[in-house]
Structure formats: structure tokens, C-alpha cells
T-cell receptor, first 109, second 114 residues
Framework: RKEVEQDPGPFNVPEGATVAFNCTYS??????FFWYRQDCRKEPKLLMSVYSSGNEDGRFTAQLNRASQYISLLIRDSKLSDSATYLCVGHTGGFKTIFGAGTRLFVKA | GAGVSQSPSNKVTEKGKDVELRCDPI?????LYWYRQSLGQGLEFLIY????????KSGLPSDRFSAERTGGSVSTLTIQRTQQEDSAVYLCASSLFDRVYEQYFGPGTRLTVT
């Protein structure tokens, strides 16, 4: 089983829709989680951190559920510019970073 | 300021040849990572450098892969006797010592082994 797993999608949603992605992790010692965004043929860029209390940034909300070992990313009022691949990242407290394979999102006009 | 830079941006090589990929991290960033991303796949951790500490090489797929970091700054990833399965985008990222989870990525080197 992969340490970090994501639904690869793709998710096809219309503009204005709300969409949610989940990411599961297998190592219960994992401490910190992050979401990165990667545009087509570009490098990943940090989107937001996810802590036990969750995190909200504008239209984006990230939640952590330790009991079920998953994190989620919720995007409200989707924009065309949100089309990208969203990568879930986990850390066990060391320096090795484990990336999920990513979830592809297409927002349509 | 300047971001992470990588060179070359594209590299086509013949099977069996050696290649060197270069990464220039953001000035002042002591942590440096190398990743590999195959087509349609996620990022695969290769190696991690932090300051003058011994690197974490646990992600290197074989002994054909090696990396150095000179003077705590520029890093070179070397692949010897390249194979077709080495074809991928090789990404470098750097971060501050105390914020290793906030990584800034370079544009990557696209390696094609023919």
C-alpha cells in the first residue's frame, strides 16, 4: 500500500461548483500535511498547510481527520484557473517528504 | 528574488551514457531535495541534503544514481549508464532550515533516454 494515496480523477466540474478531494495516509506517525498545486508541465507550488485544526484560505479549506487517516481539500466557487493537479504531501516528522500521485481537476465554463 | 534554477531544461541522451543535472537553490536555503516525476505520476523522493549533514539517500533507485552538493549550495544529480526507464522530469526543491515542509521547486529537467 502506498504511504499517501489520492483519487487520480479527473474531476470535471462546472465553474462555480464546489469540489472536494481526499487523500489517505498509511503511517499513523505522520505529523504534517500539505497540499501542493501543479499546473500542466510546471513545477509544484505550495497551496496550503493542513494541521489538526484544519486550515481555510479564501475559497480553499483543508481538513485533517487523524482517526480515519485522511485529509481533504475543498474548493468552493470553482474558477477556470483552478484547473490543475492537486498533490497531497505527508511528513512523519523527519525530512523525507511523501507525495501522492495527485488528483486532476478540470473546471469547465 | 531568484527562485530555484535547474539546468539543462531538456536533455536527450542515448542509453548507456552518463548525465549530470544541476540545481541552484534559493540563496539562504539550507535544505535541498531531488525528486523524479514520470509521465502522469506523482513525485518520487530521491535524495535530501540539509546543510553539512550527511544526505538522506534512501530514495535513490539504484547505485547508478548519485548526488553531490558543493559548498552547501549547488547540487548535481548524476545518472550513470542511463536506461530508458530513467526518462522522467527531475525536479529540485529547496527550503529554509526550519521550514523544510515549505519547498520551492525549480522548473525541472526533462530527461529522455533513447
Amino acid at each position: 500500500r502506498k504511504e499517501v494515496e489520492q483519487d487520480p480523477g479527473p474531476f470535471n466540474v462546472p465553474e462555480g461548483a464546489t469540489v472536494a478531494f481526499n487523500c489517505t495516509y498509511s503511517n499513523s506517525a505522520s505529523q504534517s500535511f500539505f497540499w501542493y498545486r501543479q499546473d500542466c508541465r510546471k513545477e509544484p507550488k505550495l497551496l496550503m498547510s493542513v494541521y489538526s485544526s484544519g486550515n481555510e484560505d479564501g475559497r480553499f479549506t483543508a481538513q485533517l481527520n487523524r482517526a480515519s487517516q485522511y485529509i481533504s481539500l475543498l474548493i468552493r466557487d470553482s474558477k477556470l484557473s483552478d484547473s490543475a493537479t492537486y498533490l497531497c504531501v505527508g511528513h512523519t516528522g523527519g525530512f523525507k517528504t511523501i507525495f501522492g500521485a495527485g488528483t486532476r481537476l478540470f473546471v469547465k465554463a | 528574488g531568484a527562485g530555484v534554477s535547474q539546468s539543462p531544461s531538456n536533455k536527450v541522451t542515448e542509453k548507456g551514457k552518463d548525465v549530470e543535472l544541476r540545481c541552484d537553490p534559493i540563496s539562504g536555503h539550507t535544505a535541498l531535495y531531488w525528486y523524479r516525476q514520470s509521465l502522469g505520476q506523482g513525485l518520487e523522493f530521491l535524495i535530501y541534503f540539509q546543510g553539512n549533514s550527511a544526505p538522506d539517500k534512501s530514495g535513490l533507485p539504484s547505485d547508478r544514481f548519485s548526488a553531490e552538493r558543493t559548498g552547501g549550495s549547488v547540487s548535481t544529480l548524476t545518472i550513470q549508464r542511463t536506461q530508458q526507464e530513467d526518462s522522467a522530469v527531475y525536479l529540485c526543491a529547496s527550503s529554509l532550515f526550519d521550514r523544510v515542509y515549505e519547498q520551492y521547486f525549480g522548473p525541472g529537467t526533462r530527461l529522455t533516454v533513447t
